[in-house]
């Protein structure tokens, strides 16, 4: 049974940073890719970014780039996003989402999401 | 701001059809790229519900289906039942802005 378990919610002050944590479990890590995806209040949802944790390299929106640093460790099957300069327009719920890969190729959709983590920013 | 429009909103007595649009452009949908559906529960995250345009996961049921022609896509829905209500999102590829996106979500009503 695949999970991907998050960290919880956070409140932070405005220009401080976030770090948010993705736990996988009960698939092969190297075989997929896990992007970051927010949904503000009342809002749809926002691609942030992505890694495939074998190559380490993560790209990025464009409207986060700069901000926004997506990790991920094979030891521990865990992914990380970081959201620097925080605003309060960055108040929202935090998505991991995984991506199949088969063989070279990431399917460019998810199967499975995390539960989601409330970042709160706040003075 | 979302590059892939959907309708708002969308209802339907329990037993009806109701189809929700993705309207996108020639850099994602009309440029070949699959479309994709989430379900969203309210205060639950996103579940996967239509893959590569009309294909389902396991476990969901052949009352959803996809379709997808030129820069738009469809989600179906028959017999429409309380538990479908509701948000629903397309997501695709773009290739100019080279990153996924989503449309701007619609909320499905069971009258």
């Known amino acids: 049974q695949v999970q991907l378990v998050q960290s919880g919610a956070e409140v932070k002050k405005p220009g401080s940073s976030v770090k948010v944590s993705c736990k996988a479990s009960g698939g092969t890590f190297s075989s997929y890719a896990i992007s970051w995806v927010r949904q503000a209040p009342g809002q749809g949802l926002e691609w942030m970014g992505g890694?495939?944790?074998?190559?380490?390299?993560?790209n990025y929106a464009q409207k986060f780039q700069g901000r926004v640093t997506i990790t991920a460790d094979e030891s521990t099957s865990t992914a990380y996003m970081e959201l620097s300069s925080l605003r309060s327009e960055d108040t929202a719920v935090y998505y991991c989402?995984?991506?199949?890969?088969?063989?070279?190729?990431?399917?460019?959709?998810?199967?499975?999401w995390g539960q989601g983590t409330l970042v709160t920013v706040s003075s | 701001q979302s590059v892939l429009t959907q309708p708002p909103s969308v209802s339907g007595a329990p037993g009806q059809r109701v189809t929700i649009s993705c309207t996108g452009s020639s850099s994602n949908i009309g440029a070949g790229y699959d479309v994709h559906w989430y379900q969203q529960l309210p205060g639950t995250a996103p579940k996967l519900l239509i893959y590569?345009?009309?294909n389902r996961p396991s476990g969901v049921p052949d009352r959803f289906s996809g379709s997808k022609s030129g820069t738009s896509a469809s989600l179906a829905i028959t017999g429409l039942q309380a538990e479908d209500e509701a948000d629903y999102y397309c997501?695709?590829?773009?290739?100019?802005?080279?990153?996924?996106?989503f449309g701007t979500g619609t909320k499905v009503t069971v009258l």
């Open positions: 890694i495939i944790p074998i190559f380490g390299t993560a």
């Open positions: 989402a995984r991506a199949p890969r088969v063989g070279a190729a990431t399917l460019r959709y998810f199967d499975y």
């Open positions: 997501q695709s590829y773009d290739s100019s802005l080279t990153s996924y996106v």
């Open positions: 590569g345009n009309s």
